[in-house]
């Protein structure tokens, strides 16, 4: 059974950091692109980042360049986000996603289909 782990989430003022993190588990993790993405309240689910399975190309949406960045380590199963100067408008649920074909662009990345997805961590910006 496939699980996509995240956490890292919490409250956070404005232009403060997080690292969020998703643990993956019964899949071989180093065959899948993973990717993150976010849903505020009353807005739907949007791409943030994304990474391909060999960690050598990152694709991000424009609202989060120069700010976020995206990583994983295949010895360990995770994907991490790192996020800072963080925006009160950065409030949302952030979900860990991951494709068996993986990313090529940044718009491929927001329209594709995802394999699997996670249960979702809360970040919470303050102004």
């Known amino acids: 059974q496939v699980q996509l782990v995240e956490s890292g989430g919490g409250l956070v003022q404005a232009g403060g950091s997080l690292r969020l993190s998703c643990a993956a588990s019964g899949l071989t993790f180093s065959s899948y692109g993973m990717g993150w993405f976010r849903q505020a309240p009353g807005k739907e689910r949007e791409f943030v980042a994304a990474i391909r399975w060999s960690g050598d190309r990152q694709y991000y949406a424009d609202f989060v360049k120069g700010r976020f960045t995206i990583s994983r380590e295949n010895a360990k199963n995770t994907v991490y986000l790192q996020m800072n100067s963080l925006?009160?408008?950065d409030t949302a649920v952030?979900?860990?996603a991951a494709r068996r074909?993986?990313?090529?662009?940044?718009?491929?990345?927001?329209?594709?289909v995802n394999d699997y997805w996670g249960q979702g961590t809360q970040v919470t910006v303050s102004s």
Do not use: I, N, R, T
Request: aromatic content about 28%; overall charge neutral; some cysteine.
């Open 87 to 89: 925006k009160p408008e």
């Open 94 to 96: 952030y979900y860990c």
């Open 101 to 112: 074909f993986g990313f090529y662009s940044s718009s491929h990345a927001s329209s594709v």
